[in-house]
C-alpha cells in the first residue's frame, strides 16, 4: 500500500513576482503562503465579497466585516512582501500583485497565473477594446479574400412577375 507524500512535495510555498518599482528596476518579490488563519480570514472575505458582488445577501448567521479586515486584505495575502511592495511600487502594480496572491491563496497557481498575464479575473469575458481589437485583426485578413460575396436574394426581382404587372398596367 502507497503512503501519503509530504504536502511539500507537491504544495507551491510562495509565488515569485517580478514587478517595475517606481524607479523602474524590475525586482522579484516572494510572496509566502499565509498562516493557517490568515488563509481562512482571506477565504471568508472573498467568499463573502463574492457573494455580495453576484447580488446575493450575506448570510444572517455571518459575522460582518469590520472594517479593518477589508483594510487588512492585501496584507494578509501579501505577507511580509506588503511593506516593501507598498512603498517601491505604484498602486496598479500593488494591486495587480495583491490580486494575483489572493487567487493564489483562494483558488491555485494556475489561476494566478492567468490573472498575472491577462490583469482580468479568471472566466471574465475581455473587455470591449481588447474584443475589438482582436476583431479588427480578423477583419484585416477578411479584405484579402478577392471573392465578392454573393448579393442578397431578398426582396423583388428586376424581371419579377409583380413588376411587369405594375409596367403593363400604367
Excluded at 35 to 40: F, L, N, R, S
Aim: hydrophobic share 35%.
Amino acid at each position: 500500500m502507497a503512503g501519503f507524500e509530504a504536502l511539500d512535495a507537491f504544495l507551491d510555498d510562495y509565488l515569485d513576482l517580478p514587478v517595475p518599482g517606481k524607479d523602474g528596476q524590475v525586482r522579484t518579490y516572494r510572496i509566502e503562503d499565509p498562516a493557517a488563519e490568515d488563509g481562512i480570514r482571506i477565504e471568508r472575505i472573498t467568499s463573502l465579497a463574492a457573494r455580495l458582488a453576484a447580488g446575493g445577501e450575506a448570510p444572517a448567521n455571518a459575522e460582518v466585516l469590520d472594517d479593518e479586515e477589508e483594510l487588512d486584505l492585501y496584507r494578509l495575502c501579501l505577507g511580509d512582501a506588503y511593506q516593501p511592495l507598498i512603498t517601491e511600487v505604484k498602486w496598479s502594480a500593488f494591486k495587480h500583485v495583491a490580486l494575483t496572491a489572493m487567487f493564489w491563496v483562494t483558488t491555485d497557481k494556475d489561476t494566478a497565473e492567468e490573472f498575472w498575464k491577462s490583469g482580468q479575473h479568471p472566466g471574465k469575458a475581455p473587455n470591449r477594446a481588447t474584443r475589438r481589437q482582436a476583431k479588427r485583426a480578423s477583419s484585416a485578413s477578411d479584405g484579402a479574400n478577392s471573392t465578392k460575396r454573393q448579393a442578397s436574394t431578398s426582396g423583388t426581382k428586376a424581371g419579377s412577375k409583380a413588376r411587369k404587372r405594375a409596367a403593363t398596367a400604367r
